[in-house]
C-alpha cells in the first residue's frame, strides 16, 4: 500500500493584520499549505480506461490503479511569512526563509495525473478509515498509521496553542486529541450517527480526551449546512471526497476559517461522479459522490483563499511515499533495468495478487524462457551431438517461441504504452548481450523478431502523440485559463523526460532512433504553447505563461538529471521569454527611460569622455533632447520606488517557481540599473564639463 502525505511548516512574521496606506492594501492576508497523497490499497480495486491517443501515453490500458491524495490546506488570514518563501500566489508579504523543507512553487502546479498508478480507482477510491480496518482484521495497522500521522502533524509545529477548533468529519475522534493536548476547545461536527454515539460513549468514558469539557459533539448534516460562527482552526480530514458537492462545502467552510484550514481528501484524474454505499459509517454521506481533480480543488482553495503551500515532509511510515515529483510518467518503472537479473515472477506464490506492468511481465518470461532455451540447447547439444547447429532446438522449441511473439504481436496491437515499449526494447537488448555471454546463439533470431515487434510500435506511439499534439493546435484548444503550467505542459515533460532518460544511458543507438521523433515532438509542443500563449490578455501573460511552461518542462528533465542536449533547447527557450520578459516589465514601468537611452546613445556613442572634458564647453550633441533628458531623470526619481514595489508584487503573483520568480526579479532590477547607468554615461558626455543641476536629483546607483 503506497500512500503520499506532503505538508509544509509556516514560519510566524506578525500576529498583527496588515495595516496602512501604501501599496499594500489594508486587508487580512491568508495563506494555505497543500498536501497531497496517493495510497494503493489491496482488498479493492478497479480499471481506468484511457482514450486512445492520449499525449500522456496510458491510452487503451487497463491498470489497477487506486488513488488516495489528502490536501491539508493551512488557511492564515493574518500575516503570516511562507517557509521557505515557497507559496503559490507569492504575495508580497512573503519573505523568504534560510531553511529549506518545503517543495518550490512548481509542485502547485502538479496537478495533472498521467493516468498511470495515481489516478483515483473506479468503484472504491479510498478504505483508510477505522472501521474498514477493523472490517479487514486492520485496527493494530491504522492505530499504527494514525500514530504516525499525529507525529507528523506535531512536527510541522504550526501556532496551535489555546485555539478554537472545527473539526469536520471527526469519524470516531481518533485525531481530536492532537488539538485537545494543545488546549484548543473543539467543536466536533459529525454526519454519521453511528460516529456520534461512539464519540459520546469515549467521551463519558474519558476514554478520548483528558478534559472533555474542552470538546463539544453536534450532530449535522454538513452537506445541508454547516454551524454557524467563527473557528481559528477548521479540521476536515478524510469528509470532502464522500461528499455530492464538496464545491459548496468549501465554498460554506471558508467563511468559518479565522487562521487556519486543514484539509485532506482524495483526487481523481478527472471530475466524476460515482455510487458509493453510506455503509460502512466511513463511507458517502448520500449514497454519491464527487471526485475531483486535483488542480480543481487548487483553483477552488485559490479562490477563496490568496495563498496555497506545498509541504514536503512525510509521516514515518512506509505507507508513505517520499518522492511526488516521480509519481506520474516514469514513476520508477525504471527500477526494473536494476532487477534483470532477479527471479522471475512465479505466478502460484504470487498470493497477494499485486498488479504489475507489463514489462515486469514481460521480463518473467524472457528470463525463463532465456534460461530454458540455454538448457534445451545445451543438452540437444550434448545429446545429439549438434556440433552447435540449432536446427533440432528450433523443431523442439520453435512453437515456444512463436507462442511468445503472437502473444506480444496480440498485446502491442492496443498498448499505446511509449515508456513500457522502451523497457521492453531495453528488456530484449540486455537479454540478447546475456546470450552472448553465454555463448549460446539458439534465440538470436527469435529476439530479432522481438526488436522487429517492438520498434515499429514504439514509432507508431511516439507518431499518435505527435499528431495528437498537432491536432490540439490545429483545434484550438481551448485557451489556458491563468498563467500556471498547463496540462499537457506536464504530461509532455513527463513523457519526454522518461524517454530521454531510458536512452540516455543506452549505448545500442537508442539515442539516435529516438532523437527525430522527440524532436518532432518538442517542436509541436512548442507550437501549441505559443499558440495558447498569444491567446492570453495582454503580451506579460503570455510570456508569464511561456516561462512558467518551459520552467516546469525543465524541472523535470532536471529530476531525471538529462544530458545537455535533452536540456539545451528548452534552456535557450526559456532564457528568450525571460529575457522579452525583463524588457516588458522595463518598458511597461519606465518607459520614459528605456526610450531615451536606445534613442539617445547613438547621437553620443562616438564621444569621448576624457577628450570632451578638455575641450572649451560646447552645446549638447545633436540629437540629444536635454528636456527630455531632465524630465526622464525627475520622474525617475520620484516615481522608481513605486513602480519597483509593482514589479516586485507581479513577479511574486505571476511565477509559479518561486526561485525562478526571485531570479527573474533580480534579473529585472539588474537590468534596471543597467538603463539607469546608461543614462548617467550619456548626461556625461553630454555636460563633460559641468554636470547639469538637475543631475543632483539623480538616484545613487547604491541606493
Known amino acids: 500500500m503506497l500512500w503520499l502525505l506532503h505538508h509544509v511548516v509556516l514560519s510566524l512574521l506578525s500576529l498583527s493584520q496588515i495595516s496602512g496606506s501604501d501599496s499594500v492594501s489594508a486587508v487580512s492576508q491568508t495563506e494555505a499549505i497543500l498536501v497531497q497523497s496517493f495510497r494503493h490499497f489491496d482488498p479493492f480495486h478497479g480499471s481506468i480506461h484511457f482514450p486512445r491517443g492520449r499525449l500522456a501515453d496510458r491510452s487503451n490500458r487497463t491498470l489497477r490503479v487506486t488513488g488516495w491524495l489528502g490536501a491539508a490546506i493551512g488557511i492564515f488570514r493574518t500575516c503570516w511569512g511562507c517557509y521557505n518563501g515557497f507559496c503559490t500566489s507569492r504575495s508580497i508579504c512573503c519573505r523568504p526563509r534560510p531553511d529549506p523543507g518545503c517543495f518550490d512553487g512548481l509542485y502547485y502546479t502538479r496537478d495533472e495525473c498521467c493516468g498511470t498508478r495515481h489516478t483515483a480507482q473506479a468503484n472504491h477510491p479510498e478504505y483508510l478509515v477505522q472501521s474498514l480496518y477493523e472490517q479487514l482484521g486492520m485496527e493494530q495497522e491504522y492505530q499504527r498509521l494514525t500514530a504516525r500521522r499525529l507525529e507528523h502533524l506535531a512536527s510541522l509545529a504550526l501556532p496551535l496553542w489555546s485555539r478554537r477548533v472545527l473539526e469536520l468529519g471527526a469519524r470516531q475522534g481518533d485525531l ?420 531615451f537611452v536606445k534613442n539617445t546613445e547613438p547621437a553620443v556613442a562616438k564621444i569621448d569622455e576624457a577628450t570632451a572634458r578638455s575641450q572649451p564647453s560646447q552645446s549638447p550633441p545633436p540629437g540629444v533632447d536635454v528636456q527630455k533628458m531632465e524630465q526622464v531623470v525627475r520622474n525617475f526619481a520620484a516615481n522608481w520606488k513605486r513602480e519597483r514595489d509593482q514589479i516586485h508584487q507581479y513577479v511574486m503573483v505571476s511565477f509559479s517557481n518561486f526561485s525562478n520568480g526571485m531570479e527573474i526579479l533580480k534579473q529585472v532590477l539588474t537590468q534596471l540599473l543597467l538603463y539607469y547607468t546608461r543614462l548617467q554615461k550619456v548626461i556625461l558626455k553630454t555636460f563633460p564639463q559641468q554636470q547639469p543641476a538637475f543631475a543632483s536629483e539623480m538616484v545613487p546607483n547604491t541606493t
Open 176 to 595: 481530536t486529541h492532537f488539538f485537545t493536548d494543545r488546549g484548543c476547545n473543539v467543536t466536533i461536527v459529525e454526519p454519521r450517527k453511528s460516529n456520534i454515539v461512539t464519540l459520546r460513549q469515549r467521551l463519558f468514558l474519558g476514554h478520548l480526551f483528558p478534559e472533555p469539557g474542552r470538546v463539544e459533539i453536534r450532530s449535522m448534516d454538513v452537506e445541508d449546512s454547516l454551524p454557524q460562527g467563527d473557528w481559528d482552526i477548521v479540521f476536515c480530514y478524510g469528509l470532502l471526497y464522500h461528499l455530492q458537492e464538496p464545491e459548496r462545502f468549501l465554498e460554506k467552510v471558508a467563511p468559518l476559517v479565522s487562521e487556519l484550514l486543514l484539509l485532506e481528501t482524495v483526487v481523481s484524474a478527472f471530475v466524476r461522479d460515482a455510487d458509493e454505499p453510506p455503509e460502512p459509517a466511513s463511507m458517502s454521506l448520500r449514497g454519491r459522490v464527487r471526485f475531483l481533480r486535483r488542480e480543481d480543488i487548487f483553483r477552488l482553495l485559490k479562490g477563496l483563499f490568496p495563498y496555497a503551500y506545498v509541504p514536503a515532509t512525510q509521516p514515518n511510515h512506509e505507507q508513505f511515499e517520499t518522492e511526488w515529483a516521480h509519481q506520474s510518467g516514469l514513476a520508477r518503472r525504471d527500477a526494473i533495468l536494476e532487477q534483470l537479473d532477479r527471479d522471475p515472477i512465479i505466478a502460484h506464490t504470487n498470493k497477494d495478487k499485486i498488479k504489475y506492468y507489463h514489462e515486469q511481465l514481460f521480463r518473467s518470461h524472457q528470463m525463463l524462457l532465456m534460461d530454458t532455451a540455454t538448457s534445451e540447447f545445451l543438452f540437444l547439444n550434448d545429446f545429439f551431438d549438434t556440433k552447435g547447429e540449432i536446427g533440432l532446438f528450433v523443431e523442439v522449441f520453435g512453437k515456444t517461441t512463436q507462442y511468445f511473439l503472437d502473444a506480444l504481436e496480440g498485446f502491442l496491437g492496443n498498448c499505446w504504452d511509449s515508456v513500457g515499449l522502451l523497457l521492453m526494447v531495453r528488456i530484449v537488448d540486455f537479454y540478447r548481450k546475456r546470450m552472448q555471454q553465454r555463448k549460446v546463439s539458439c534465440l538470436d533470431s527469435y529476439l530479432d523478431a522481438l526488436q522487429l515487434l517492438l520498434w515499429p510500435r514504439l514509432r507508431v506511439v511516439l507518431d499518435a502523440n505527435i499528431v495528437s499534439l498537432r491536432k490540439a493546435y490545429q483545434q484550438n484548444l481551448q485557451p489556458p485559463t491563468n498563467n500556471n503550467p498547463h496540462l499537457v505542459t506536464r504530461r509532455f515533460a513527463e513523457l519526454a523526460a522518461s524517454l530521454y532518460f531510458l536512452s540516455s544511458s543506452e549505448d545500442s543507438g537508442l539515442p539516435d532512433t529516438l532523437q527525430q521523433p522527440l524532436a518532432a515532438m518538442r517542436q509541436e509542443f512548442c507550437t501549441l504553447l505559443s499558440a495558447m500563449a498569444n491567446r492570453l490578455d495582454g503580451q506579460d501573460s503570455g510570456l508569464v505563461f511561456l516561462v512558467n511552461n518551459y520552467d516546469l518542462v525543465l524541472t523535470v528533465f532536471h529530476e531525471r538529471h538529462l544530458p545537455r542536449n535533452a536540456t539545451s533547447v528548452f534552456e535557450d527557450l526559456l532564457r528568450d521569454q525571460v529575457q522579452k520578459f525583463v524588457e516588458s516589465q522595463l518598458m511597461r514601468h519606465y518607459p520614459d527611460l528605456v526610450t
